[in-house]
């Protein structure tokens, strides 16, 4: 059996139990949430699965190490006595990110430059040669936990962070992270056998990756690379069946219609173009519709949608009337669906003037929102 490591999967504050079942289904072992992060344990088969398939997470780190580190002296000392021969060679880029600190090491920058000059010196020693830095796209990232006295050195296997699908160079205003969209779906508790609706699609996130787990497509198909891929180890083979096996999976037809709608013609071609980018487009619609002219595309379904609430676009006053309009199309379009409204404004909410039958905390970045749901009767 191949070798099994520990695995540190990061994700948005508030989606760690939603992102611990994405990974149990994946086959994930030992599976145990934390702050904004999930451990689990398993082979690498396992870590590229989770790259190619997780929705809801952003990285896959693999620990390499971990040990005390009160001071600077400290981790440089430790980062030498690993034999980093086994990770990169000269001719590997490196990039060293750190997070968290102590208080003797409490700038980030200056214990990754430790980190990274442990590392380089120790190649200079063995190889008269080291690794040039590269912050964009390093074959090797390195990520260094510091945690009270103790530090945690992993290898980020995914590289770019997995919210990147790759499927949207066009971007709206304002747009969701594709993984918050993916534990939205799970938070509405949709299944593919339901309609959905967004509409105030923007540049589609919603629909499209309600449309992605409809087909049954593995969001990592579209990404250009992983950071695993780089690395000494890779196994090139096992990537490549699991590449194939997930081509073969996809399903041909949606059982439930998704669509989404949006006033913003520019914005409704942006979202037909990632559909394209993620071959979707014949499946999922998207049409250039005024909310007040918006009509239910079939008898009961889930509508999910992110409207603006002043944050980030529009302007909280002007926006009341609006978030009015929207309860009263739910309710005078949409009998028979569930309708569910991500608003990081609690004034706004009371505008829809329906009552919310589950209210879920979410964050949305920053931004503390609240899932609202309604059944519409
Ligand atoms: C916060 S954005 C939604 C972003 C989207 N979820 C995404 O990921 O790209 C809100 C959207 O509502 C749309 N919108 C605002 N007022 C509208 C109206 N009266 N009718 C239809 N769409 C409207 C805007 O054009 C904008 O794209």
Request: charged share 20%.
């Amino acid at each position: 059996m191949s070798k099994m490591n520990h695995y540190f999967a990061t994700v948005a504050r508030g989606l760690e139990e939603i992102a611990a079942q994405e990974l149990e289904d994946l086959g994930a072992q030992s599976v145990h949430p934390d702050f904004t992060g999930v451990h689990f344990v398993g082979d690498y088969s396992l870590m590229y699965r989770v790259n190619l398939w997780a929705r809801t997470i952003f990285r896959v780190l693999v620990t390499v190490a971990e040990f005390p580190c009160p001071d600077a002296k400290r981790l440089y000392q430790e980062v030498q006595n690993i034999p980093w021969e086994q990770y990169l060679q000269p001719h590997h880029t490196l990039a060293v990110r750190a997070t968290g600190g102590n208080r003797q090491l409490n700038h980030t920058h200056f214990s990754a430059l430790q980190v990274k000059n442990a590392i380089i010196d120790q190649q200079r020693r063995q190889f008269g040669e080291r690794s040039s830095i590269d912050t964009k796209n390093p074959d090797v990232l390195l990520n260094a936990h510091i945690h009270q006295n103790r530090c945690i050195l992993s290898l980020d296997s995914s590289g770019t962070s997995l919210h990147r699908r790759g499927y949207r160079p066009a971007m709206g205003l304002a747009p969701l992270k594709e993984t918050l969209a993916a534990a939205l779906l799970t938070m509405a508790d949709w299944q593919p056998t339901m309609a959905f609706f967004d509409p105030l699609c923007g540049s589609g996130t919603l629909p499209l990756e309600a449309s992605l787990q409809a087909l049954n497509i593995a969001p990592g198909l579209f990404r250009k690379s992983f950071g695993f891929e780089h690395w000494l180890d890779f196994d090139a083979k096992c990537w490549e069946q699991l590449l194939q096996e997930a081509k073969n999976s996809q399903i041909a037809e949606l059982q439930a219609p998704i669509s989404g709608s949006d006033r913003n013609l520019d914005i409704i071609k942006q979202a037909r173009i990632n559909a394209e980018k993620c071959g979707v487009a014949q499946q999922v619609s998207f049409n250039q519709t005024e909310l007040s002219q918006v009509e239910a595309p079939t008898d009961t379904g889930i509508i999910l949608c992110n409207p603006p609430y002043g944050e980030r676009v529009g302007n909280a006053n002007q926006l009341g009337d609006f978030y009015k309009q929207l309860g009263d199309v739910f309710k005078q379009r949409f009998k028979g669906w569930t309708a569910f409204v991500l608003c990081g404004n609690k004034e706004l909410a009371k505008r829809i003037g329906l009552k919310a039958s589950r209210r879920i905390p979410v964050y949305n970045g920053s931004i503390s929102c609240t899932l609202l749901k309604y059944e519409l009767y």
